[in-house]
């Protein structure tokens, strides 16, 4: 079997498609778009385009699109927009789960004198609506709360939360990279005003991505320098990552709906049959609304770190928790927030899945996992232990 990939929610294949949309912005047109000669001439209209194919993905208008180096830059320009438009308030809100991008912004604010609430979640993940009203103030300058969990999936009920801060006037940003693109969304019906995707997480290149700003949303450059994105965002533009960022939205469009069946067809299948054949495994969040592409399945009394390291004997690529924390053998700040056991948060391993995935792939993984796991449990003193009590 060659290499199946279940780690999409890390980073994704870039589709064939981007790179070859990209490569002439290397090679051919490389100029500069702020250059008066032809060089650079036409590159104005290439990003125009690009801009506008990002914008349609998200029912926003190009002008409300800002191209940025990815996710982390798009979150922390968001929120130092927000807290620039209003420097008199002094509160900010967010989730117990964010992804570190956020999570660890917000922890620094909190060091430089903001009054920082993280919004717990129950055991499914999910946040309590009343907890949240209840922690809004006239001194909350910003929320931020993501619209899917890199790690489980769980996606947060952003259009009840827009609504309720729009209402209040407190600005909304929500951290949607792992929701464009696996999930429809449509800012006309929403009342979200900052919101952050990268283009890694849906088959476009590393390094690039946007932050929409709804139109009349206060905004504050993060980075000051040259004039380019009509003074926004200095830096000369990633032409060619743009590109290929607006390829990228532009395929993403088309393939919601395969997300939505086939793929979310797979990822049940997985699920069920790992269930079923692995005694004692269990689903993060599993009675929580969920992304169709990913489930964190706990097994257990097993480490997830050598479940890995089996599984990539297989070919077999998944992630133990969010792969930018896999570096530390602590339970995710998310599976520990959601209140799941320390023995079954060790053993928890995200499969996420992408349009390219195969249900021959998934029937290879049903097959290699079972074993993995009772191999794992014959060396583990826990399982040992917790078999002998019953
Ligand atoms: N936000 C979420 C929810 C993510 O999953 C990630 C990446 O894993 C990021 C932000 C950071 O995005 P980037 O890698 O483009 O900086």
């Known amino acids: ?3 199946v990939y279940l780690d999409n929610n890390a980073t994704t294949r870039v589709a064939p498609e981007v790179v070859e949309a990209m490569l002439p912005y290397f090679s051919d047109f490389y100029g500069n778009p702020s250059s008066m000669h032809s060089f650079g001439g036409n590159l104005g209209l290439k990003v125009r385009e690009a801009r506008a194919r990002i914008a349609a993905l998200l029912g926003a208008q190009p002008e409300e699109i800002l191209l940025t180096s990815g996710g982390t830059e798009s979150d922390a320009t968001a929120i130092h927009a927000a807290l620039a438009a209003y420097p008199h308030k002094r509160h900010i ?4 789960v964010e992804h570190p991008a956020i999570k660890n912004l917000f922890e620094q604010y909190g060091k430089n004198g903001y009054r920082v609430t993280f919004i717990p979640v129950d055991c499914e993940g999910r946040i309590d609506l009343d907890e949240f009203r209840a922690s809004l103030s006239e001194d909350t300058a910003v929320v931020s709360m993501m619209w899917a ?3 489980t999936g769980v996606l947060f009920p952003v259009d009840e939360v827009a609504a309720e801060l729009k209402a209040r006037g407190i600005v909304f940003h929500t951290d949607a990279v792992q929701a464009v693109g696996k999930i429809p969304i449509d800012l006309t019906r929403t009342d979200v005003d900052l919101l952050s995707l990268s283009g890694h997480k849906l088959h476009g ?3 690039i991505g946007a932050l929409y700003i709804r139109k009349g949303t206060k905004f504050k450059p993060f980075m000051v320098g040259g004039h380019q994105e009509h003074g926004r965002r200095a830096g000369t533009e990633n032409v060619p990552g743009i590109i290929g960022l607006g390829k990228a939205c532009e395929l993403a469009a088309g ?4 997300i939505d069946t086939r793929v979310r067809g797979l990822r049940d299948r997985l699920e069920n049959a790992l269930l079923e054949a692995v005694p004692q495994s269990m689903i993060n969040g599993e009675r929580a609304n969920r992304l169709p592409n990913t489930t964190s399945i706990a097994f257990e009394y097993v480490e997830g770190e050598a479940i890995l390291l089996m599984m990539n ?3 077999i690529a998944a ?6 924390t896999s570096g530390s053998l602590e339970p995710s700040h998310v599976l520990r927030a959601m209140g799941i056991p320390f023995t079954a948060a060790h053993g928890s391993i995200r499969f996420s899945l992408s349009h390219y995935t195969t249900a021959e792939e998934i029937e290879f993984v049903i097959e290699k996992m079972p074993p993995i796991i009772a191999r794992l449990r014959q060396m583990s003193p826990f399982w040992q232990k917790a078999a002998q009590s019953g």
């Open 313 to 315: 004997e297989h070919g």
């Open 1 to 3: 079997m060659k290499n």
């Open 93 to 96: 809100v967010t989730t117990r």
């Open 149 to 151: 969990n890199n790690e």
């Open 255 to 258: 393939k919601l709906n395969d």
């Open 319 to 324: 992630s133990s928790g969010s792969a930018c």
């Open 205 to 207: 290149p590393k390094g």
